[in-house]
């Protein structure tokens, strides 16, 4: 539901004001803490049982591996004159494949919050 007060607020008040239960910048900011903690948390365990060389040698692969995705990435948003992904699958896969992205997408989110909700 939407604060009726929420449009009568600064940006800088809705940016950094009161996190309220519920709200969207609150669910936004706890699927990033739980995606950083979980992966944070497994980087350690993953070196553990590659030892120190392999494993420092698989973080930069997975480093040059996410530069290399988010390089194409920017460069076909470019090409293709896409504002988001989803734009961008739609201009090259075509439409089927771009209500399939956003089902996944849609997915993604709520699982992850369910997740989260079992874990807490």
């Given at each position: 539901m939407i604060n009726s007060n929420?449009?009568?607020?600064?940006?800088?008040?809705?940016?950094f004001g009161k996190l309220e239960p519920?709200?969207?910048?609150?669910?936004?900011?706890?699927?990033?803490?739980?995606?950083?903690?979980?992966?944070?948390l497994s980087l350690s365990s993953s070196i553990a049982n590659l030892g120190w060389g392999l494993g420092l040698f698989m973080f930069f692969v997975a480093a040059f591996n996410l530069y290399l995705g988010?390089?194409?990435?920017?460069?076909f948003l470019?090409?293709?004159?896409?504002?988001?992904?989803?734009?961008?699958?739609?201009?090259?896969?075509?439409?089927k494949f771009e209500k399939a992205?956003?089902?996944?997408?849609i997915s993604y989110v709520f699982c992850a919050l369910i997740a989260y909700i079992l874990v807490t």
């Open positions: 929420s449009t009568n607020r600064s940006f800088i008040q809705r940016t519920g709200s969207l910048r609150l669910a936004i900011l706890t699927l990033i803490n739980t995606a950083v903690g979980a992966g944070m988010l390089y194409c990435f920017k460069y470019f090409k293709y004159d896409a504002k988001i992904y989803t734009e961008l699958v739609k201009e090259i896969l075509g439409e992205i956003n089902f996944i997408f």
